[in-house]
């Protein structure tokens, strides 16, 4: 091995006594600072942490409001398959905020945390000034809006959560809660910002108003000064292949109880932006114009928002399985998002989208829990990583195949039917877990981690 390159820890040795990492840690642990949980630093690091995951995500819950706009240009010009093409752009934007959750979490450890967000916050700006030239470009904003303001935001999404434990720790669970409910301020917030922006002044200038907003999430990134060491990655006398080798860790896969969890999640999230991209669409053909064509949607983040916070604080609670809890989540949402068309009645639509949003919060609360449930805290980054990245695909297509089916049936009864059943299908995959026999624990993994063969 050449000098400089340390191997990495494996599910092995972890737990050794007589491993050189673990006796490193030791010897270095009294020179780290602890997390202050407070002051004033920290939390302006909360408030911009805040700002990075309510904007960022307050965007793209936002794209139906985009949408609605792409699509009929796109109708009215005769482009065939508008609804998909259209969805497609948004879809593009979730998928890669997720699929590039992976290389977000390498970067943070060659370049640290703060270069990272200060450059997925310039990636974003660029992408929507980009967009604001080709605004009915459908090719060009699929590169420019999909792909680099998706991939922008997930290089600053990363650095904003995991900036805050070098600045919390007795309270990092409360602060945790109050920074993704970011999101969802944001996606009640501006819906009716960019709708009154698009009636008044075009969407060409929608997204000039969007890059000002996104050039706060850069300035929080310098904002991001850790207080721990990083883990940083050195590339001194390194090849490429053996940063990448030591970046990349893949051992929680050989824990069954991980793969049983992360496998099933890309038939869960297959239809989970659905309702995001094309509920506008779907209440302005369904429903009255005299209707407020946003509360829903604006509801389903409200309701998130308290999700978060709830059942956050819930999974803290020995007494209740987490996995369980996220199981039921995906149930009531599929169930839900299955009910959804055949409403006639826009107060029960509206009672039905703070269901969805109440455990979508509970989904989205509990990833973080579950993972070092599962995997131990030391591969709880990665493991999220992976397992959104395998889903990020589904996730874009989804709303895209949604779009083309409701082109050629002229109704979203079937879209909205198979984005409920999937979620449903997943969650039932997800007992085998359960059934695992009871495990053969390794040093210092949770008492899920199964020994591999």
Same mark, same amino acid.
């Not at 890669?96 to 700006?125: D, E, H, N, Q």
């Not at 200038?205 to 000064?225: A, D, E, S």
């Not at 995906?330 to 039905?352: A, E, H, Q, R």
């Given at each position: 091995?050449?000098?400089?390159?340390?191997?990495?820890?494996?599910?092995?040795?972890? *737990? /050794?006594? $007589? @491993?050189?990492?673990?006796?490193?840690?030791?010897?270095?642990?009294? =020179?780290?600072? %602890?997390?202050?949980? !407070?002051?004033?630093?920290?939390?302006?690091?909360?408030?911009?942490?805040?700002?990075?995951?309510?904007?960022?995500?307050?965007?793209?819950?936002?794209?139906?409001?985009?949408?609605?706009?792409?699509?009929?240009?796109?109708?009215?010009?005769?482009?065939?398959?508008?609804?998909?093409?259209?969805?497609?752009?948004?879809?593009?934007?979730?998928?890669?905020?997720?699929?590039?959750?992976?290389?977000?979490?390498?970067?943070?450890?060659?370049?640290?945390?703060?270069?990272?967000?200060?450059?997925?916050?310039?990636?974003?700006?660029?992408?929507?000034?980009?967009?604001?030239?080709?605004?009915?470009?459908?090719?060009?904003?699929?590169?420019?809006?999909?792909?680099?303001? *998706? /991939?922008? $935001? @997930?290089?600053?999404?990363?650095?904003?959560?995991?900036?805050?434990? =070098?600045?919390? %720790?007795?309270?990092? !669970?409360?602060?945790?809660?109050?920074?993704?409910?970011?999101?969802?301020?944001?996606?009640?917030?501006?819906?009716?910002?960019?709708?009154?922006?698009?009636?008044?002044?075009?969407?060409?200038?929608?997204?000039?108003?969007?890059?000002?907003?996104?050039?706060?999430?850069?300035?929080?990134?310098?904002?991001?000064?850790?207080?721990?060491?990083?883990?940083?990655?050195?590339?001194?006398?390194?090849?490429?292949?053996?940063?990448?080798?030591?970046?990349?860790?893949?051992?929680?896969?050989?824990?069954?109880?991980?793969?049983?969890?992360?496998?099933?999640?890309?038939?869960?999230?297959?239809?989970?932006?659905?309702?995001?991209?094309?509920?506008?669409?779907?209440?302005?053909?369904?429903?009255?114009?005299?209707?407020?064509?946003?509360?829903?949607?604006?509801?389903?983040?409200?309701?998130?928002?308290?999700?978060?916070?709830?059942?956050?604080?819930?999974?803290?609670?020995?007494?209740?399985?987490?996995?369980?809890?996220?199981?039921?989540?995906?149930?009531?949402?599929?169930?839900?998002?299955?009910?959804?068309?055949?409403?006639?009645?826009?107060?029960?639509?509206?009672?039905?989208?703070?269901?969805?949003?109440?455990?979508?919060?509970?989904?989205?609360?509990?990833?973080?829990?579950?993972?070092?449930?599962?995997?131990?805290?030391?591969?709880?980054?990665?493991?999220?990583?992976?397992?959104?990245?395998?889903?990020?695909?589904?996730?874009?297509?989804?709303?895209?195949?949604?779009?083309?089916?409701?082109?050629?049936?002229?109704?979203?009864?079937?879209?909205?039917?198979?984005?409920?059943?999937?979620?449903?299908?997943?969650?039932?995959?997800?007992?085998?877990?359960?059934?695992?026999?009871?495990?053969?624990?390794?040093?210092?993994?949770?008492?899920?981690?199964?020994?591999?063969?």
């Amino acid at each position: 091995m050449p000098k400089g390159i340390h191997p990495k820890p494996s599910l092995k040795n972890v *737990g /050794s006594k $007589s @491993s050189g990492i673990i006796k490193k840690h030791k010897h270095h642990k009294h =020179h780290e600072p %602890k997390p202050p949980d !407070g002051g004033l630093m920290a939390w302006m690091i909360v408030l911009a942490s805040f700002l990075v995951n309510g904007i960022l995500f307050g965007v793209i819950n936002s794209y139906s409001i985009i949408y609605t706009v792409f699509e009929k240009h796109l109708r009215d010009t005769g482009v065939a398959n508008s609804e998909s093409k259209a969805a497609l752009v948004g879809s593009l934007s979730m998928g890669f905020t997720f699929f590039m959750s992976i290389v977000s979490g390498m970067l943070t450890r060659l370049l640290g945390l703060r270069k990272t967000a200060v450059l997925g916050g310039a990636i974003a700006c660029l992408g929507l000034v980009i967009s604001s030239f080709n605004e009915y470009n459908h090719v060009v904003l699929c590169f420019s809006y999909g792909f680099m303001y *998706g /991939s922008g $935001s @997930s290089l600053a999404y990363t650095p904003s959560l995991a900036i805050l434990g =070098h600045y919390f %720790k007795k309270h990092l !669970g409360m602060v945790n809660g109050i920074v993704t409910v970011g999101s969802s301020v944001f996606t009640v917030i501006l819906p009716p910002l960019m709708d009154y922006i698009i009636t008044n002044h075009g969407l060409a200038w929608l997204f000039r108003v969007l890059v000002l907003l996104n050039i706060v999430t850069l300035f929080c990134g310098f904002l991001f000064k850790p207080l721990m060491p990083e883990g940083k990655i050195s590339k001194k006398n390194h090849t490429c292949c053996e940063v990448i080798f030591d970046l990349v860790n893949v051992d929680m896969w050989r824990i069954k109880r991980y793969r049983y969890w992360a496998l099933p999640m890309p038939v869960c999230l297959f239809g989970y932006f659905v309702s995001f991209v094309h509920i506008k669409r779907f209440i302005e053909i369904n429903f009255d114009k005299d209707v407020s064509k946003n509360l829903p949607l604006q509801c389903i983040a409200f309701m998130s928002g308290v999700g978060r916070l709830l059942f956050g604080a819930l999974s803290d609670s020995p007494r209740l399985n987490k996995i369980y809890l996220q199981q039921i989540s995906f149930y009531v949402i599929g169930s839900s998002t299955i009910f959804m068309p055949f409403i006639k009645l826009f107060w029960l639509l509206v009672v039905t989208a703070l269901v969805i949003g109440l455990f979508d919060g509970c989904f989205i609360s509990l990833m973080g829990p579950i993972a070092i449930q599962l995997v131990g805290a030391q591969y709880a980054a990665q493991a999220i990583g992976f397992m959104l990245g395998l889903a990020a695909p589904f996730l874009s297509v989804g709303p895209t195949l949604a779009g083309y089916v409701f082109h050629i049936t002229k109704s979203y009864t079937i879209p909205f039917i198979v984005a409920g059943i999937c979620p449903i299908v997943g969650a039932s995959l997800m007992f085998c877990i359960h059934k695992q026999p009871p495990a053969v624990i390794l040093p210092n993994l949770p008492p899920d981690a199964v020994k591999p063969k």
